[in-house]
Every structure is written in C-alpha cells, then in structure tokens.
C-alpha cells in the first residue's frame, strides 16, 4: 500500500512535468509566430531594451567586480602554497568568462528582471488588462511577451560582456594594488592565456539564459492566478525555476562548448 501510494505521487509529478514542458512550448510557439509577423511594436521593444540593459548595469557591475576581487584572494590563498602565483590572472580570466561571468549575470537578471516582468504581467492578468488588450485586437503575446524574451536573449550576452571586464578588473586591483603584483606582468598573462572562444561560450552561454530568464518570467506571470497572493506565487515560482534551468544548463552548455 505504501508502495503504491508512493508510486502514485511519483506518477503525478511526472505527470505535472511533462504538462508544465507542453503548456511553456505552447506558450513559446504562440509567442514566436505572433512576434515575427508585423506590426511589430519597436517602443516597447526599446523600452525593454533599456528596462533590461541599462537599468541592469550597476546590480551586474557590483556583482561581478567584488566577485573577481574574493576570486583573485581565494587563487593567492591557494596558488602561494605552489608559488604559482602567476597563474592567477589565467584562472581569473577564465573563470569569469567562462563560468562565473555569464551565470551570476543571470542570476542577478533572473532576481532582478524575471520577479520583474512576473509580478507585472501578472499584476495586469489578475486586473484583466490582458483581456481588455484582446477585446480591443492588441494580441497581448506580441505586446508583452515578445519584446521582453526578443530583448534579453540579446542584451544578456552584452551583459555578460560587462561583467567579464569589471570582473578582470577586480581581480587586477586586487593582485597589483594589495597583493604588489607587477601591473604590467598580470596585464600580459591575462592576455596571453585569453582566447576568443573563451569569450564566445561566455556570450553564448549569456543568450541562452537570457531567453531562460525571460520566458520563465513571462510564462508564470502571464498564467499566474487571481489575486495578490497569486502573483507572489508566480513570482517565487519564476526566479526559482530560472536558477535551476540556469545552473543546469551552465552544467549541459559546458559540456557542449568544451
């Protein structure tokens, strides 16, 4: 009986599963066929663009430049024991533009951003705004939803770019101006050991979670349910379920990419 009731449970997760996967891949063909046909609303699409890129600078250059500076302490913490000291600008490098660069961006988006679009579509579900925009013929998927998903698939890696410089840059301060590493020295094994692909995957990895972050966010608020304590439950739901996609398609991307 124990065991049938627990095979039960595991069946209706599963079950649940494999909706949740159909009802989002409805929701992103709705999406895509909507946007790619004009008109096409170029304001909000700029307006989103800023929402997204701009307004997303200080939280991801805060992030990323105290994230390479604990970077650069923990390698001398560990690299002094082999005087291997030079090594640390590589695996700086490589750390944030592989790994850390492109995932804390997105985390940071996804806290930020995808609570964001969330709480405000859902905000306007749950007020019945979406069902006024379709009974005056104003297809609410290409209003709302495209340019948010169009925007941060492509500003993410943009992001990701910022984050990779101020995150090298933190690491630098810390090496040359605490730990009395020569400037010139740290400036030429940073750039030695850089490759263009290391800054490709990162870009390519920025993408990805940019459009995570963004269909996750539009998808709950656009389905979250009546009331205040519906859009809180679609809120949670969206930034948690964009932290699990996006550590676990960092884990997938890396394996492809490298």
């Not at 709950?220 to 205040?228: C, D, E, I, T, W």
Request: net charge neutral; hydrophobic share 50%; charged share 10%.
């Amino acid at each position: 009986m124990v065991v049938a009731k627990f095979l039960e449970k595991i069946g209706r997760m599963f079950i649940s599963f494999l909706t949740s996967i159909g009802s989002i891949s409805f929701f992103l063909v709705k999406t895509i066929s909507a946007g790619v046909c004009p008109p096409y609303y170029w304001r909000q699409i700029a307006n989103q663009a800023i929402q997204i890129g701009y307004f997303s600078l200080p939280v991801v250059g805060m992030t990323a430049i105290f994230t390479g500076m604990a970077m650069a302490l923990q390698c001398y913490a560990g690299f002094s024991q082999f005087t291997a000291e030079s090594g640390i600008p590589s695996v700086v490098m490589i750390a944030m533009t592989r790994e850390l660069g492109p995932v804390l961006t997105a985390l940071m988006v996804a806290g930020r951003l995808g609570a964001s679009m969330t709480a405000e579509i859902g905000t306007m579900k749950v007020t019945e705004q979406i069902d006024a925009m379709t009974t005056l013929s104003v297809n609410s998927y290409k209003y709302l939803v495209f340019p948010r998903i169009l925007t941060g698939t492509l500003l993410l890696p943009f992001l990701v770019f910022i984050d990779d410089i101020i995150g090298i840059l933190g690491g630098y301060l810390v090496c040359v101006h605490y730990l009395d590493f020569n400037a010139a020295n740290y400036i030429h094994n940073t750039f030695s050991s850089m490759t263009a692909w290391d800054i490709i995957s990162g870009l390519i990895k920025g993408s990805v979670f940019g459009f995570i972050v963004c269909v996750m966010g539009c998808y709950h608020g656009y389905f979250s349910k009546r009331g205040a304590e519906g859009v809180g439950r679609a809120t949670t739901n969206s930034v948690v379920a964009s932290s699990i996609l996006i550590l676990l398609l960092d884990c997938v991307l890396t394996f492809v990419l490298f």
